[in-house]
Nanobody, 118 residues
Framework: VQLQASGGGLVQAGGSLKLSCAAH????????WAWYRQAPGKERELVAG???????TYVDSVKGRFTISRDNAKSTLYLQMSSLKPEDTAVYYC?????????????WGEGTLVTVSS
């Protein structure tokens, strides 16, 4: 299983980015998925999750600014990020939403780096 996140980059505070994550079609539609991020010197944290039925959850720090979505036909997970802040700077990863699925993570991909300048 390969998880390929893309769409990161350097953006000024207040700007927007849209991340994408492609997964294998055989696993994507049956799993709940989530975006995670890891900032320098910090532990990885869940940013947003989406179930197979489209129910979503967000960490408080991104509520109202980020939107997670999924396209099962394309086996792709998205994260639309708006009103970005310097504290959003991190490497962003996609993976199974383990607390909902009850199963362990898929092997982690490389992630995509988001850098927000002030």
């Amino acid at each position: 299983v390969q998880l390929q996140a893309s769409g990161g980059g350097l953006v000024q505070a207040g700007g927007s980015l849209k991340l994408s994550c492609a997964a294998h079609e055989m696993i994507f539609s049956i799993d709940p998925w989530a975006w995670y991020r890891q900032a320098p010197g910090k532990e990885r944290e869940l940013v947003a999750g989406i179930t197979t039925t489209g129910r979503t959850t967000y960490v408080d720090s991104v509520k109202g600014r980020f939107t997670i979505s999924r396209d099962n036909a394309k086996s792709t997970l998205y994260l639309q990020m708006s009103s970005l802040k310097p504290e959003d700077t991190a490497v962003y990863y996609c993976n199974r939403w383990t607390t909902v699925s009850g199963y362990d993570y898929w092997p982690w991909g490389e992630g995509t780096l988001v850098t927000v300048s002030s």
